[in-house]
């Protein structure tokens, strides 16, 4: 199983990113998958996650309404559209699913 995420860079506040999420090794259309982020000194936290209907979301607080997941099963991709990014937004983002996640890609809010 593995996870390869991408997309990351600095950004301005306010501005917007689109993560992807590249999975292997596993019949990806059969599960859920989550988006986290781990911001320095701090725990990893859920950011976003999706059914394998890829209707069914589910967000953490601080980014409903600007961030947005989905998911292409014909591709094993999983995207994490994030808009009017904030400051606190910064952090290194994983993806994953059955305990496994990848290395992450680093996601920095600064002007």
């Known amino acids: 199983v593995t996870f390869a995420e991408s997309g990351g860079g600095l950004v301005q506040p306010g501005g917007s990113l689109r993560l992807s999420c590249a999975a292997s090794g596993f019949t990806f259309s059969q599960y859920a998958i989550t988006w986290y982020r781990q911001a320095p000194g701090n725990e990893r936290d859920v950011v976003a996650s999706?059914?394998?209907?890829?209707?069914?979301?589910r967000y953490t607080d601080s980014v409903k309404g600007r961030f947005t997941i989905s998911r292409d099963n014909s591709q094993n991709i999983v995207y994490l559209q994030m808009n009017d990014l904030k400051p606190d937004d910064t952090a290194v983002y994983y993806c994953?699913?059955?305990?496994?996640w990848g290395q992450g890609t680093q996601v920095t809010v600064s002007s």
């Open positions: 994953g699913s059955l305990g496994y």
């Open positions: 999706i059914g394998t209907d890829g209707v069914t979301t």
